[in-house]
């Protein structure tokens, strides 16, 4: 190759030099061996591309299902008391979002919250505090047994003025919690539910227009269960 006098080649020397570079660089798109080995590149970098989106596809739908379950439920829904129940059958009952239940619910609630440095919840939004109730109690109780009917004769026969009786002691708190240790925990001895059961049977005591009806545990369960809306 002749060098010029500024050290490189002449003009037509450096122009073939360039053509035979870009001719190497193209595709070769006229030989069998050539189109196989690019059908081959294209079905993997296809093969790549559908597995990739799979991956994207499924990190999304996992980001998505942590995103929709807020991390303080870990610690909130690991209360052992049946306040957070109690607060739900307050609501179901007489929408008794200010029960001592409901308010030492949101207090679990807040100082969780303040514990992970996350933004308060809203206690003016009654619906989602609903909401949020009701998902912690399926997350605690995944077996929940359902109530069984009174089966006293005398109950039975006045099933109607019973359950309206035990509608009106859901009014108290301390029954709720009652209902609560029953509906959740099979529990019916607590000091919650030896008043419930004081409370009921003073009801139908001094109700002297009716015949004369006394609950047991069982039948008390029941008709609290069935004084729920």
Known sequence: MMMGWWGAAPPDEVDK???????????CLSTTSCRVSME????????????LSALIAQASVVAAGSASRPTYYDAVAKEPDVAIEACQLSILARGGFN???????????LLEQHRLKQTAIDSTDKANFQRIVN???????????????????????????????ARDALNDDDVSYC???????QHSES???DYALALLNLALFKAADTPRVTLDRADMAAALGLGLP
């Open 191 to 193: 000091p919650y539910c």
């Open 17 to 27: 030099n360039r053509v035979k570079i870009a001719f190497d660089r193209l595709p």
């Open 40 to 51: 081959k590149t294209s079905m993997r970098t296809a093969l790549s591309l559908l597995i």
């Open 99 to 109: 029960s001592p239940s409901c308010v030492r619910t949101l207090w679990f609630i």
């Open 135 to 165: 998902e912690l109690v399926a997350e605690r109780n995944p077996h929940t047994v359902k109530a069984a009917l009174p089966q006293a004769r005398d109950v039975q026969s006045n099933i109607d003025y019973v359950v309206s009786k």
């Open 179 to 185: 209902l609560a240790e029953i509906r959740y925990r």
